[in-house]
């Protein structure tokens, strides 16, 4: 009964290879987010989708593609893996007229060597 | 462009004692969330703000906002161990799901 999921939990891989991390949420919400949480514990928002529509596109790197199948899953797919996408990364949703409260998943950290 | 401010970024204190920490955001924001961290889990949102002079209370923390000076605090009473962790407030504008994340407050309380 998890309410934001997210696959794998833990991702180790190399520089230059490409890989994938999905998100599902089973609360119904409208809004999906990808964050990225780095080694100081910053947190910033990169894309938001809304109902499969891309509306928030941070300044990231076009080797990040997020992908809605439908508004119940976020999928982020980053190309030419970097040392410097080591990180955490976090799926959220919320819901519009819900105070735009955002409930997060429990985050994939991704190590590239 | 909004930016959110918290300080301080670090806090040891003590089992017991009273303190309250600071969220500054820089421009009009008509929304206001307080999330906590543990270390290595995800954000488990503590509270919503929605209006000026919301006040917000669980357990030992209480939250309040005051959108005039464009600022919330979260106070502590009678800190436990149990409240160490890392919390974050962040801010939203009117009409974009998009929130501002502060660079969160680490916070030690020690028996």
């Known amino acids: 009964d998890t309410a934001v999921s997210q696959t794998p939990k833990y991702l180790v891989t190399q520089m230059g290879n490409d890989k994938s991390i999905k998100c599902e949420q089973n609360?119904?919400?409208?809004?999906m987010y990808w964050y990225k949480q780095d080694s100081k514990k910053f947190l910033k928002i990169m894309f938001s989708?809304?109902?499969?529509?891309?509306?928030i596109n941070e300044t990231v790197p076009n080797r990040f593609s997020p992908k809605s199948p439908d508004k119940a899953h976020l999928n982020l797919h980053i190309n030419s893996l970097e040392l410097g996408d080591s990180a955490v990364y976090f799926c959220?949703?919320?819901?519009?007229?819900?105070?735009?409260?955002?409930?997060f998943g429990p985050g994939t950290r991704l190590t590239v060597t | 462009e909004l930016k959110v401010e918290q300080n301080p970024l670090f806090l040891s204190m003590q089992e017991g004692k009273n303190y309250t920490i600071y969220c500054n955001y820089s421009?009009?924001?008509?929304?206001l969330y307080w999330y906590r961290q543990d270390p290595g889990k995800s954000l488990e949102s503590l509270f919503v703000?929605?209006?000026?002079?919301a006040v917000k209370q669980e357990g030992r923390l209480m939250a309040s906002l005051d959108t005039k000076a464009r600022l919330s605090t979260l106070h502590i009473t009678a800190a436990v161990h149990d409240l160490s962790a890392t919390y974050f407030c962040a801010a939203g504008q009117g009409g974009s799901e998009k929130l501002v994340f502060g660079k969160g407050m680490k916070l030690t309380v020690n028996p």
């Open positions: 609360l119904g919400h409208d809004t």
């Open positions: 959220a949703s919320s819901q519009e007229g819900d105070s735009y409260e955002q409930y």
């Open positions: 421009t009009t924001s008509d929304r």
């Open positions: 989708y809304n109902n499969k529509e891309l509306i």
């Open positions: 703000l929605l209006s000026n002079g």
